[in-house]
């Protein structure tokens, strides 16, 4: 069955980095040619935040306040879709969540945003999540 194992996150001080990974397998890479990773965010009492994607066609792409701090990287020979955080902040803090929809980023995952502001994305659009990476920023 289809299956995403997160690894990576924990507790860091303001201004460091740390790296999650997201691993996905159980299904046919020949058929699902063209799948898309989104990463997002949750804290307590807060509605799941949309970070990035990263299609298997290389390209990636952001919400605004993602830009410049967090990188989205990916392996393709390992199946693997890394979320890279710097210059971590204490907001930061929350359980960071991969999700996969075995599309296309392009045919649902990301839309421009209703506000004009960049790229939002959907949650809905992404069938499996891994079970999510705790990150603390401490000040």
């Known amino acids: 069955q289809v299956q995403l194992v997160q690894s990576g996150g924990g507790s860091v001080a303001a201004g460091g980095s740390l790296r999650l990974s997201c691993a996905a397998s159980g299904y046919p890479s020949e058929v699902y040619s063209r799948t898309c990773i989104g990463w997002f965010r949750q804290s307590p009492g807060q509605k799941r935040e949309g970070i990035a994607t990263?299609?298997?066609?290389?390209?990636?792409t952001y919400v605004d306040s993602a830009k410049g701090r967090f990188v989205v990287s990916r392996d393709p020979i390992k199946n693997m879709v890394y979320l890279e955080m710097n210059n971590l902040k204490p907001e930061d803090s929350a359980m960071y969540y991969c999700?996969?929809?075995?599309?296309?980023?392009?045919?649902?995952?990301?839309?421009?945003?209703?506000?004009?502001?960049?790229?939002?994305?959907?949650?809905?659009?992404?069938?499996?999540w891994g079970q999510g990476s705790q990150v603390t920023v401490s000040s």
């Open positions: 990263s299609d298997t066609d290389g390209t990636a």
């Open positions: 999700g996969l929809d075995l599309r296309a980023c392009i045919l649902g995952a990301f839309t421009y945003c209703s506000t004009g502001s960049g790229f939002c994305l959907h949650e809905t659009e992404f069938d499996y």
